[in-house]
């Protein structure tokens, strides 16, 4: 049974950092590519980056390219998103994703890709 548990959400300002973690169990985990998603209230879910199983190829949501990174520890099955300059839209909850198909190559930006998906996570930004 795949499961993800994710954290690392809380109350910042604007400008401030963030590192969200995701910890998965139940898969090869570096077999699989993963994603982070986040949905604002009143929004649909949206995504937001993106990471092979290898760990060497990425892929972000232009809203957060050059201030979010996502990463990987496949020792320690867990995919990292590090959030930094921070703003008031990045406020959601925040989901982690695992494929549901073997992807050590491909990165996935939409939700039908992915199988698995965690609790969620709450950002909050204050201005």
């Known amino acids: 049974q795949v499961q993800l548990v994710e954290s690392g959400g809380g109350l910042v300002q604007t400008g401030d950092s963030l590192r969200l973690s995701c910890a998965a169990s139940?898969?090869?985990?570096?077999?699989?590519?993963m994603g982070w998603f986040r949905q604002a209230p009143g929004k649909e879910r949206e995504f937001v980056a993106a990471i092979n199983g290898n760990g060497d190829s990425t892929n972000y949501a232009d809203s957060v390219k050059g201030r979010f990174t996502i990463s990987r520890d496949n020792a320690k099955a867990t995919v990292y998103l590090q959030m930094n300059r921070l703003k008031p839209d990045d406020t959601a909850v925040y989901y982690c994703a695992l494929a549901g198909a073997i992807s050590r190559y491909a990165t996935w930006r939409t939700e039908e890709a992915y199988a698995y998906w965690g609790q969620g996570t709450q950002v909050t930004v204050s201005s």
């Open positions: 139940g898969r090869t985990f570096s077999t699989y590519g």
